[in-house]
């Protein structure tokens, strides 16, 4: 039984209000709103998410490896990789980094790609540049770790997630009015 005395609202207020509502985005995007972008292999930004958290286990099974010879570990380094500052080894935990931390940016980046206000096909690019860059950079810099020319390789890699950073950032500023 109501007790107020105020009218309910009629259909059309709860309409206009709903439409009021839908039309401000959410800072935290929800599971709901992440599988919205992902529906679909042709949806923006859906590789990236849905090799994101391999990619995370991957680096932290490099991390474990590692650890394995560091700190005094239980095993003695593998040729080549017993000093703490040489080369090989500084850019094999820079990999073990990346593996983990590039494929978290892409769990920030794919919701806020479909806030932007570019076309599917810049999306797709900026996604597309983001997993590359993701994917490549680790790879080089591993490879790197036990042949030295493949250090030419990772401008490539860091050139394209420069790229996707600055398509999300711009697209963010073509459209201002999706912002929290």
């Given at each position: 039984?109501?007790?107020?005395?105020?009218?309910?609202?009629?259909?059309l207020?709860?309409?206009?209000?709903?439409?009021?509502?839908?039309?401000?985005?959410?800072?935290?995007?929800s599971?709901?709103?992440?599988?919205?972008?992902t529906?679909?292999?042709?949806?923006?930004?859906?590789?990236?998410?849905?090799?994101?958290?391999?990619?995370?286990?991957?680096?932290?099974?490099?991390?474990?490896?590692?650890?394995?010879?560091?700190?005094?570990?239980?095993?003695?380094?593998?040729?080549?990789?017993?000093?703490?500052?040489?080369?090989?080894?500084?850019?094999?935990?820079?990999?073990?980094?990346?593996?983990?931390?590039?494929?978290?940016?892409?769990?920030?980046?794919?919701?806020?790609?479909?806030?932007?206000?570019?076309?599917?096909?810049?999306?797709?690019?900026?996604?597309?540049?983001?997993?590359?860059?993701?994917?490549?950079?680790?790879?080089?810099?591993?490879?790197?770790?036990?042949?030295?020319?493949?250090?030419?390789?990772?401008?490539?890699?860091?050139?394209?997630?420069?790229?996707?950073?600055?398509?999300?950032?711009?697209?963010?500023?073509?459209?201002?009015?999706?912002?929290?």
């Open positions: 039984m109501r007790t107020s005395t105020s009218p309910r609202p009629s259909k207020d709860d309409a206009f209000v709903l439409s009021q509502l839908a039309s401000v985005p959410d800072p935290f995007p599971a709901y709103s992440v599988n919205k972008l529906t679909g292999s042709r949806r923006p930004g859906h590789w990236n998410l849905a090799l994101a958290w391999w990619l995370v286990g991957l680096g932290l099974v490099l991390g474990a490896v590692l650890g394995l010879w560091s700190f005094g570990g239980p095993l003695d380094p593998p040729a080549g990789l017993e000093r703490h500052d040489g080369l090989p080894r500084r850019l094999l935990r820079l990999a073990h980094i990346a593996l983990v931390a590039l494929p978290a940016l892409n769990l920030l980046y794919v919701p806020w790609l479909g806030r932007t206000g570019w076309s599917d096909r810049w999306r797709h690019a900026g996604a597309g540049l983001l997993l590359f860059g993701t994917l490549a950079l680790p790879a080089c810099l591993a490879a790197a770790a036990f042949w030295r020319p493949a250090l030419v390789l990772t401008p490539a890699p860091v050139s394209s997630l420069i790229a996707a950073v600055f398509i999300l950032a711009s697209g963010l500023l073509v459209s201002p009015r999706r912002l929290p």
